[in-house]
């Protein structure tokens, strides 16, 4: 089980993390190659249906990844992003989906250690919870 | 103590006096026109009508066990936009909270609205309610339904009972009602109760030149908490059950495995509050290609595609609001027990966020709000 290699779907804001994201790399942090980054103009954009779609499809995990809490260029969009990933979170392990393949992070466009960091670790959770499986089933 | 009115029963025959009531508010003037569950000549059928002649109200009959649709949507669309004059919506507890969440939601005012609502003692799902009224004419069915209940063989009748969205109701009395009418704690062949929950319910009342006490309120409550016990233990009953049903992705696969994507329970939903369902537009128009390129993926693609997708998308959208009148499961044409899921969903979801659907206008519903410092743990304790 263990030794899968998980696919991360991360919903990175354009402003803070996903800049975090290009030092990381630029800077050669050691960064598992798990992650599908999908930009956003702000994690206030991402509808609680991209996440949904994301598991249904079969990714591993699902990152939502904003600008910390004041920060936000739109004033409160990670607010709200927080607000729908607590709601998440709360609907979806009903239906068997572990808490732990939905994250939310506040990543700074500096702190490209930071997302390297959350990468490493997630994969690595998400190793150890073994694969979504609905990658290979029929979803109805 | 509560100042109470009352309404005097004639001949037993709870639903004409109540008829009466209602007649009143249209001679007094007090209202241009009333909202009400109505008799249909037609084969017993029973729906919402907006009434202004006196004379129609002989046809009102808000007691009946008929729940055609939730009609808190009837009443958006009454006022959507200013009333120049008053109206009375008279309504099942349900109604009302679904109306409460609409009016938060900028769909609809309690300006100029009076809300009448009788305690609900429960409605047959649409298909069963047309056979057990056929027993008998016009509103026989509904006295017998009460009789019935009085006289402690319960609501169960021709092999139908009332839906279990009403078995596990715990709000028989509607809170945010400008009157209620209350049923329970009193002998409903002799007298109805008539209580004013708010200024503008005191005020009709007083316009109306109805006599009120104060009187205490003892036998109602411990009526209404009996019932209220009973209703909870069964929804406990209901949502241990399907968390139980739907506890794996393939589990709920199986639970759904009827739905044809009619999108009727959406439909039906009064708390589902997009103009436009995304699930209905051109984002769900997939280009033919791409259902090859599914189907190749897994190997196969059960046509029509999304219907899980669009059932946790809906729940995304109404959880935090359903007030669990039911209709869904009432609308699905393939007995799909959805009421049973999203209500099951819904109570973890409010709970999360300490909300009661419908529960209070001031209440701000928790997808329209937020904070800098909360549910930091979502963030992994970092705030
Ligand atoms: S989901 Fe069903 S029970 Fe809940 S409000 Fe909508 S129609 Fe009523
Ligand atoms: S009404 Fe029934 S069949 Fe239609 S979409 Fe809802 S669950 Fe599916
Ligand atoms: S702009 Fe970065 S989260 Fe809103």
């Given at each position: 089980?263990?030794?899968y290699e998980?696919?991360?779907i991360?919903?990175?804001?354009?402003?803070c993390?996903?800049t975090?994201?290009?030092?990381?790399?630029?800077?050669r942090?050691?960064?598992?190659a798990n992650?599908r980054?999908v930009r956003?103009?702000?994690t206030?954009?991402?509808?609680?249906?991209?996440i949904?779609?994301?598991?249904l499809?079969?990714?591993?995990?699902?990152l939502?990844?904003?600008c910390?809490p004041?920060?936000?260029h739109y004033i409160?969009?990670n607010l709200?992003a927080?607000?729908?990933?607590k709601?998440?979170?709360e609907?979806?392990?009903?239906f068997?989906?572990?808490?732990r393949?939905?994250k939310?992070?506040?990543?700074?466009a500096?702190?490209?250690i930071d997302?390297?960091?959350t990468?490493r670790?997630?994969?690595?959770e998400?190793?150890a919870?073994?694969?979504?499986d609905?990658r290979?089933?029929?979803v109805? | 103590?509560?100042?109470?009115g009352k309404?005097t029963?004639?001949d037993?025959?709870?639903?004409?006096?109540?008829?009466?009531?209602?007649?009143?508010l249209?001679?007094?003037?007090?209202?241009?026109?009333v909202?009400?569950?109505q008799?249909?000549?037609?084969?017993?059928a029973v729906?919402?009508?907006l009434i202004?002649?006196?004379?129609?109200l002989?046809q009102?009959d808000p007691l009946?066990?008929a729940f055609?649709l939730?009609?808190?949507r009837m009443?958006?669309r009454?006022?959507?936009?200013?009333?120049?004059?008053p109206?009375?919506?008279?309504?099942?507890p349900?109604e009302?909270?679904?109306?409460?969440?609409?009016?938060k939601?900028?769909?609809?005012?309690v300006?100029?609205?009076?809300?009448?609502?009788?305690d609900?003692l429960?409605?047959?799902p649409?298909?069963?309610?047309?056979?057990?009224a056929?027993m008998?004419?016009g509103a026989e069915s509904?006295?017998?339904f009460y009789?019935?209940?009085?006289s402690?063989?319960?609501t169960?009748?021709?092999?139908?009972?009332i839906?279990p969205?009403?078995k596990?109701?715990?709000h028989p009395?509607?809170?945010?009602?400008?009157i209620t009418i209350?049923?329970?704690?009193?002998?409903?062949e002799e007298n109805?109760?008539?209580?004013?929950?708010?200024?503008?319910g005191?005020?009709?009342l007083?316009?109306l030149g109805?006599k009120?006490?104060?009187?205490?309120?003892d036998?109602?409550?411990?009526a209404?908490d009996a019932?209220v016990g009973e209703?909870?233990?069964?929804r406990?009953r209901?949502?241990?059950?399907?968390?139980?049903?739907?506890?794996?992705?393939?589990?709920?696969?199986g639970?759904?495995?009827?739905?044809?994507?009619?999108?009727?329970c959406?439909?039906a939903c009064?708390?589902?509050?997009c103009r436009?369902?995304?699930?209905?537009?051109?984002v769900?128009?997939?280009?033919?290609?791409?259902y090859l390129?599914?189907?190749?993926?897994?190997?196969?693609l059960k046509?029509?595609?999304d219907?899980?997708?669009f059932?946790?998308?809906r729940?995304?959208h109404?959880s935090?609001a359903?007030?669990?009148?039911?209709q869904?499961s009432?609308?699905?044409?393939?007995?799909?027990p959805v009421?049973?899921?999203?209500?099951t969903?819904a109570?973890?979801?409010?709970?999360?966020?300490?909300?009661?659907?419908g529960a209070?206008?001031?209440?701000?519903?928790p997808?329209?709000?937020f904070?800098?410092?909360?549910f930091?743990?979502?963030?992994?304790?970092?705030?």
């Amino acid at each position: 089980m263990g030794d899968y290699e998980p696919t991360i779907i991360a919903f990175v804001c354009n402003w803070c993390t996903y800049t975090a994201a290009d030092l990381a790399g630029t800077s050669r942090l050691v960064q598992p190659a798990n992650v599908r980054m999908v930009r956003m103009m702000c994690t206030g954009m991402v509808d609680p249906k991209y996440i949904i779609k994301a598991l249904l499809e079969g990714a591993d995990a699902v990152l939502v990844s904003g600008c910390h809490p004041g920060d936000c260029h739109y004033i409160n969009g990670n607010l709200k992003a927080r607000r729908r990933m607590k709601l998440l979170k709360e609907i979806l392990p009903k239906f068997g989906f572990d808490e732990r393949r939905l994250k939310m992070t506040w990543i700074g466009a500096s702190e490209g250690i930071d997302f390297a960091e959350t990468v490493r670790q997630m994969t690595a959770e998400v190793k150890a919870l073994g694969p979504n499986d609905l990658r290979t089933r029929m979803v109805l | 103590m509560s100042k109470i009115g009352k309404i005097t029963v004639k001949d037993r025959d709870t639903v004409s006096s109540l008829q009466d009531f209602l007649k009143l508010l249209l001679q007094k003037g007090a209202v241009e026109a009333v909202l009400v569950q109505q008799r249909l000549a037609i084969n017993n059928a029973v729906m919402p009508a907006l009434i202004t002649d006196i004379e129609n109200l002989g046809q009102a009959d808000p007691l009946a066990p008929a729940f055609a649709l939730n009609g808190a949507r009837m009443l958006s669309r009454l006022t959507r936009k200013p009333l120049d004059a008053p109206i009375a919506a008279v309504m099942r507890p349900c109604e009302i909270r679904a109306f409460v969440e609409l009016v938060k939601l900028k769909q609809g005012s309690v300006d100029n609205v009076i809300l009448i609502s009788a305690d609900c003692l429960g409605a047959y799902p649409n298909n069963d309610y047309a056979k057990v009224a056929g027993m008998g004419a016009g509103a026989e069915s509904t006295l017998s339904f009460y009789r019935n209940i009085i006289s402690g063989k319960g609501t169960a009748a021709q092999d139908a009972d009332i839906s279990p969205a009403c078995k596990s109701c715990e709000h028989p009395a509607a809170v945010n009602a400008d009157i209620t009418i209350g049923l329970l704690g009193t002998n409903m062949e002799e007298n109805l109760l008539l209580i004013a929950n708010t200024p503008k319910g005191e005020k009709l009342l007083a316009d109306l030149g109805v006599k009120v006490e104060d009187e205490p309120l003892d036998g109602r409550k411990s009526a209404l908490d009996a019932l209220v016990g009973e209703r909870i233990e069964y929804r406990d009953r209901m949502f241990a059950r399907t968390s139980e049903a739907v506890s794996s992705v393939e589990k709920l696969m199986g639970y759904l495995r009827a739905c044809v994507n009619c999108h009727n329970c959406r439909v039906a939903c009064p708390v589902c509050y997009c103009r436009e369902c995304v699930f209905t537009t051109d984002v769900f128009d997939h280009e033919p290609a791409q259902y090859l390129r599914w189907a190749k993926r897994r190997g196969a693609l059960k046509m029509p595609t999304d219907t899980v997708f669009f059932h946790l998308t809906r729940l995304a959208h109404m959880s935090a609001a359903c007030i669990g009148c039911g209709q869904c499961s009432n609308a699905c044409p393939n007995d799909v027990p959805v009421m049973e899921l999203f209500r099951t969903v819904a109570h973890g979801v409010q709970g999360a966020f300490g909300y009661g659907a419908g529960a209070s206008l001031e209440d701000e519903p928790p997808l329209s709000v937020f904070h800098e410092k909360e549910f930091c743990e979502v963030t992994g304790g970092h705030d």
